[in-house]
């Protein structure tokens, strides 16, 4: 089993930044890749940017690219997510997700293993 625990949301201003952190306990030797998901009031979870944890090598959903940067830090099993230049529409709950599946489709929540409890970023106009 591996435990995910976000940390780090709240509430900022439009143009402000937010650094979400996951850290990653158990078995974390099984993760293949991790993600930061995000579900607003009446819409269905979608991803935001994804890492794969061997190589580093990231992905990111054509709405935050630019803005958002996703990293890891292996010694600490954690990941982050560095948000800037955030707007109204990014307000949501983040979700931390780790998947241990080689052929994960990162977009697809339903390949992921493990989900952390959520953190709320709120974007105020």
């Known amino acids: 089993q591996v435990q995910l625990v976000e940390s780090g949301g709240g509430l900022v201003q439009a143009g402000g930044s937010l650094t979400l952190s996951c850290a990653a306990s158990?078995?974390?030797?099984?993760?293949?890749?991790m993600s930061w998901f995000r579900q607003a009031p009446g819409k269905e979870r979608e991803f935001v940017a994804g890492?794969?944890?061997?190589?580093?090598?990231?992905y990111y959903a054509d709405s935050v690219k630019g803005r958002f940067t996703i990293s890891r830090d292996n010694a600490k099993n954690t990941v982050y997510l560095q948000m800037n230049s955030l707007k109204p529409d990014d307000t949501a709950v983040y979700y931390c997700?780790?998947?241990?599946?080689?052929?994960?489709?990162?977009?697809?929540?339903?390949?992921?293993?493990?989900w952390g409890q959520g953190t709320q970023v709120t974007v105020s106009s």
């Open positions: 997700a780790a998947g241990r599946n080689r052929g994960i489709t990162l977009p697809n929540p339903s390949e992921y293993n493990y």
């Open positions: 890492i794969r944890w061997s190589d580093g090598i990231t």
């Open positions: 158990g078995r974390t030797f099984s993760i293949y890749a």
